[in-house]
C-alpha cells in the first residue's frame, strides 16, 4: 500500500477496547403507524440507546446520499455498504448506466459491437437475461427497452427476452404492468420488416437464476433449464403464464413465481439459448448475477450439471465482481472506489472483524471494500460467515443473528480486533417477504442479540455504532396516492416487500463515556448520509480521517 494511506492522530483520544459498526440491516426510520414492524417490535435496547443519544443521527440511505440518479430512488444494501466503507459517495450502477445511454457511450463500446456482430454472423438471436422492473435496485425495464431499441437500430433480425419477475423492490404482484409495456417495445419493433423480437421465458426472482453468494445453487441451476434449455412449463404468452400461475397459488409473489417457458409457432420453446448466440445479463448490480456469469463463463462448474454448454458470447451490463473478472466483457464500467477505511486502518495498524451470515457477508467484505473481494491484509484482518438457513425467511425470522453475536463476541474476546463490523440480516430479509408479523419477530431478535453484544462490548471497554443500510421493515404496507395504506380488490391491506426511503438510525453506545463528543450532524450543512460513518470510526480509534471523506458525526459536547 502507498505512504498517502497513512493517517495522522485524531482530535479524541483511542477508546480502549474494540469499536464495533452493527449494520442493522433494513431497520429504518418510519412513520409510527400499523405499517412498521419496527415501531411494533418491542426493542428496549434500541429505545434505551434512542434516548440516551437524544434521538441520534438519522442517515439519509437513498437517492443521491448513496450515488443513485434521485432522491426518488430507494437505496439497497450494495449502495449502502459501499457509503459505509468508502467514506465518500460514488456514481452508482443505475447513475452510471443511464449516463451510458443517455450519451452511447454503451454503443460506441467493444462489447456491444462484439454482441451483436456474434449474432450478425450467427443468425441465432440476441438474447437478453434480467430482472424486468423498475425497481431500480439491480435493473431498470428502461435500461432493456434501450437495448432493444439499439439493436433493431443496429440491424439485429432476432432477439430473444428472458425475464425475471421482481415483487421485491416494487410491488408484490406488479410484474404483469412490466409484462405488458415490454410487450409495447416489441409490438413496435417487430411492425418493421425482418423483425422476430419475442420473451422467451421467465419466473419468480427467488426461484431461479438469482441467487447470491453461493447460497441456493438450485435457483440458478432452475434458471439455466429455463432460459438456457427451453425446459419448464409452457404458455402462449408471458401474461398467460404469470395470470395463470397466480391462480394457481393464491397469494404467491412475483418474486416466487415458477420459471416458465414461452412456447412457439411449433409448439417448442421459442427462444432456448443455443451456439452462435449472443447473451447479455442487463442487470446492473453485482450480487444477484455472479453466479449466473459463472455458469456461462466458466469452464468447468461444480455447483450443477449444466449439461452441454452453448458456445456464446457473454457480457454484463457492467462488470460484477472485478478482482474474479465476472464477466469478462461488460458494457458499463463499475464505480472506481479507492482508499476504502478499511485500506486505511489496515494500513495504519489498525486490525479488523468482518462478520455476517451468508446473505449479507459480501456486503461487509466485498462492497465495504469498494468492490474488491478478498482480504487486504490477512495479517490485520479476519472475515467471518454464518451459513444463512435455506428456507424462506418468514419461516425463521431469527435467521442467524443469534450465531452472529457468538461467533463476533468470541473474536472480540481475544483481543485481536481493534474494529469490527457485522450485519444483522433479518430486518431486510424477512421485510422482502411482505410479512408485518415476521418482521417484527425479525426486528425483536435484533434488538436482543444486540442487547447482548453490547454487554459484552461493554466489559471490554468497547464503543459501537449502531446503524443500518436502508429501510425496509419500517414500510411493510403499500400506500396509495393519497399516503392511506393501499387496498387489494377485496379490501385487504396490501403488503409492500421493496425498500423504504426513510432515513436510518445512527446511535453511539459507549457506556464507560470514554468518548469526548456526542453525535451530531456535521456544521457543513446537509442532510447526512452512510458516508459519514467512516470518518466517525476513524476519529474513534483516534485517527483523523481523510481530508476528502464526509465528516465525522462527533461533536464535543
Known amino acids: 500500500m502507498s505512504a498517502d ?10 477508546v480502549a477496547g474494540p469499536v464495533v459498526v452493527v449494520v442493522m440491516d433494513g431497520v429504518g426510520l418510519g412513520p409510527a403507524d400499523e405499517g412498521n414492524a419496527v415501531h411494533l417490535a418491542r426493542t428496549p435496547v434500541l429505545d434505551a440507546l434512542t434516548a440516551a443519544n437524544h434521538g441520534g443521527v438519522p442517515l439519509a440511505a437513498h437517492g443521491l446520499a448513496v450515488g443513485l440518479p434521485s432522491d426518488e430512488d430507494m437505496g439497497n444494501s450494495e449502495v449502502g455498504h459501499n457509503a459505509l ?108 420488416p425482418e423483425r422476430d423480437y419475442r420473451i422467451a421465458s421467465g419466473g419468480g426472482r427467488m426461484f431461479i437464476t438469482m441467487d447470491r453468494y453461493n447460497a441456493e445453487w438450485p435457483m440458478v441451476e432452475r434458471g439455466w433449464a429455463i432460459h438456457v434449455r427451453g425446459e419448464g412449463r409452457r404458455f402462449a404468452s408471458a401474461r398467460e403464464a404469470i395470470s395463470t400461475l397466480r391462480d394457481e397459488t393464491p397469494g404467491v409473489s ?33 450480487d444477484r448475477a455472479i453466479e449466473i456469469t459463472r455458469a456461462f463463463e466458466e469452464t468447468t462448474l461444480d455447483a450443477f450439471d449444466r449439461g452441454e454448454v452453448p458456445r456464446v458470447r457473454y457480457a454484463g451490463m457492467m462488470q460484477y ?22 485500506e486505511y486502518l489496515v494500513h495504519n495498524g489498525v486490525t479488523q472483524l468482518a462478520c455476517s451470515e451468508t446473505q449479507k457477508f459480501g456486503h461487509v467484505t466485498y462492497f465495504w471494500n469498494g468492490n474488491r473481494s478478498g482480504y ?78 453490547l454487554s459484552g462490548l461493554a466489559a471490554m ?11 425496509n421493515a419500517d414500510e411493510m404496507y403499500e400506500r ?51 458516508a459519514h460513518v467512516a470518518s466517525t470510526v476513524c476519529e474513534l480509534v483516534g485517527l483523523a480521517p481523510p481530508a476528502d471523506y464526509a465528516p465525522s458525526l462527533l461533536a464535543p459536547r
Not at 5 to 14: I, N, Q, V, Y
Not at 116 to 129: A, I, N, Q, T
Not at 321 to 342: C, H, M, N, Q, W
Not at 393 to 422: C, N, S, Y
Open 5 to 14: 494511506l497513512t493517517l495522522s492522530k485524531g482530535r479524541f483520544a483511542p
Open 85 to 192: 466503507g468508502a467514506g465518500r459517495v460514488f456514481a452508482q450502477g443505475a447513475k452510471l448506466v443511464n449516463a451510458a445511454l443517455e450519451t452511447g457511450s454503451l454503443f460506441r463500446g467493444p462489447t456491444w459491437q462484439w454482441l451483436v456482430e456474434g449474432v450478425r454472423e450467427s443468425g441465432e438471436p440476441l438474447h437478453f437475461l434480467g430482472l424486468l422492473s423498475d425497481g431500480n435496485v439491480h435493473s431498470h425495464e428502461q435500461h432493456l427497452h434501450a437495448l432493444l431499441r439499439h439493436a433493431h437500430a443496429d440491424g439485429v433480425k432476432r432477439v430473444r427476452v428472458h425475464m425475471l419477475t421482481d415483487g421485491r423492490d416494487v410491488g408484490g404482484t406488479t410484474a404483469l404492468l412490466y409484462v405488458d409495456r415490454l410487450e409495447a417495445v416489441l409490438a413496435e419493433i417487430n411492425a418493421s
Open 254 to 286: 412475483d418474486q416466487n413465481l415458477p420459471g416458465f417457458v414461452i412456447a412457439g409457432p411449433d409448439g417448442g420453446p421459442t427462444g432456448p439459448i443455443r451456439d452462435g448466440a449472443s447473451v447479455c445479463l442487463f442487470n446492473f448490480r453485482g
Open 321 to 342: 465482481d472485478g478482482d474474479l473478472k465476472l464477466p469478462a466483457r461488460f458494457l458499463v464500467e463499475p464505480p472506481a472506489i479507492d482508499r476504502t477505511l478499511s
Open 376 to 453: 487486504l491484509d490477512e495479517r490485520r484482518e479476519k472475515y467471518v460467515e454464518i451459513p444463512s438457513d435455506v428456507i424462506s425467511f418468514d419461516q425463521r425470522p431469527w435467521m442467524k443473528a443469534a450465531e452472529i453475536t457468538d461467533a463476533v463476541l468470541t473474536e472480540l474476546r481475544t483481543g485481536r480486533w481493534r474494529h469490527a463490523r457485522l450485519n444483522y440480516a433479518n430486518g431486510d430479509m424477512v421485510g422482502h417477504t411482505g410479512d408485518r408479523e415476521a418482521a417484527v419477530t425479525a426486528v425483536q431478535v435484533v434488538d436482543l442479540c444486540l442487547g447482548r453484544l
Open 461 to 471: 471497554g468497547g464503543v459501537a455504532l449502531v446503524t443500518a443500510d436502508h429501510g
Open 480 to 530: 396509495d396516492k393519497k399516503g392511506q395504506f393501499a387496498r387489494d380488490a377485496v379490501g385487504g391491506i396490501k403488503p409492500k416487500t421493496s425498500h423504504s426511503l426513510n432515513a436510518v438510525p445512527c446511535l453511539l453506545y459507549d457506556p464507560r463515556g470514554q468518548v469526548p463528543a456526542g453525535l451530531a450532524a456535521p456544521a457543513t450543512g446537509g442532510k447526512p448520509g452512510l
